[in-house]
């Protein structure tokens, strides 16, 4: 099996990410957009591609609220293109096309209840708005010209490589500059946890054995309050680097609250745990402990991602091969 990776490497990507499998014989890395249909019509043509698994997106809620325009462009534009190139270079019923989503696009729940396969779409950020158009376009290119599908719905992920905006690699990221750790409004908004290892073992399964057409709810089932969630992070954080027990909760400071913030996602992934047989193998401390190792022997890789610099000789170390 052959795996090619196409990444725009725009601010949140770099090459140094993928670096242990440059030198795999079953693995290319291509430098574009998305939104480039000369560029991915020519590699469906190279390649000849029998599945594609559509992760590219932009992805951080509070960029979205201050640049929408971006949103739509990667995430509604670019899956059209991908679900065009799908259409144009695969006959009907073959190929399939795997779209990674997320369970923002139900909206927000209040403090209790799942959403569920029958929960309707309700997007409330302009991200999630986006993401919904993506999920209504995949589905519409099945039922028009019979493209096999997977769609995936998932919680929030978080663990190893996550860039310093998502709030758990933040809060890191911050402890370890000693510099305020930011929580939006009293920090009782409820996020579901999901282990980035988990979530990824999840799309395997899915992608060679789900269903064609149908759609499969993947959560971490570990639900925490925002404030819970900084706190036993701290707590994690201050016992590995040898801190007094509560050191670093005086970095938390209480700001603004994200316009429109949804107060609480969770997901019931009961159905894809029955039909597929997966279920996540970590607990939120469990994947708290191991995301905190990795990024205190990656303090390099925290404080590169963060230079503009760095990214960019990364990427011009690839324009020039
Ligand atoms: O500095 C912060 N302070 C804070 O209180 C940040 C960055 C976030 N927060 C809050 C907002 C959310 O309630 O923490 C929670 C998590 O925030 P994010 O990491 O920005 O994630 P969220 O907005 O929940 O969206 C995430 O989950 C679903 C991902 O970013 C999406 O890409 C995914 O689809």
Request: glycine share 8%; charged share 20%.
């Amino acid at each position: 099996m052959r795996f090619v990776n196409l990444d725009a490497l725009t601010y949140a990507g770099n090459l140094e990410n993928v670096a242990g499998l440059t030198d795999q014989p079953n693995y290319s890395f291509e430098l574009g957009d998305i939104t480039d249909s000369v560029l991915v019509e020519r590699l469906f043509d190279l390649y000849k591609f029998d599945a594609v698994v559509h992760f590219a997106a932009e992805s951080h809620v509070d960029r979205s609220i201050t640049d929408p325009t971006t949103f739509v462009r990667t995430n509604v534009d670019g899956t059209i293109v991908l679900l065009q190139a799908a259409r144009n270079n695969w006959k009907a019923g073959q190929g399939l096309f795997h779209h990674v989503s997320t369970d923002e696009v139900f909206g927000t729940l209040g403090p209790t209840g799942l959403f569920t396969l029958n929960s309707p779409y309700a997007p409330r950020s302009p991200y999630a708005a986006s993401k919904a158009s993506a999920d209504h376009l995949v589905r519409s290119f099945g039922a028009t010209y019979g493209l096999p599908y997977l769609i995936t719905n998932t919680s929030n992920n978080y663990g190893p490589y996550q860039f310093p905006e998502k709030l758990i690699p933040l809060v890191l990221n911050n402890a370890r500059q000693r510099i305020p750790i930011p929580v939006y409004g009293k920090g009782d908004n409820v996020r579901d946890w999901l282990f980035v290892e988990d979530h990824c073992a999840a799309l395997e399964i899915v992608l060679f054995q789900g269903s064609i057409g149908s759609t499969y709810l993947i959560g971490g089932s570990q639900e925490s309050s925002n404030l819970g969630l900084v706190k036993a992070l701290l707590d994690v954080y201050d016992e590995k680097t040898g801190q007094a027990s509560g050191h670093s909760q005086s970095l938390i400071s209480f700001v603004q609250d994200r316009a429109g913030h949804d107060f609480r996602y969770a997901i019931d992934s009961s159905e894809t745990q029955k039909e597929l047989g997966w279920s996540p193998q970590h607990s939120l401390i469990e994947g708290l402990k191991k995301t905190v190792d990795w990024y205190m022997k990656h303090s390099s890789w925290l404080s590169n991602i963060l230079d503009d610099s760095y990214r960019t000789y990364y990427k011009s170390q690839y324009d020039n091969r």
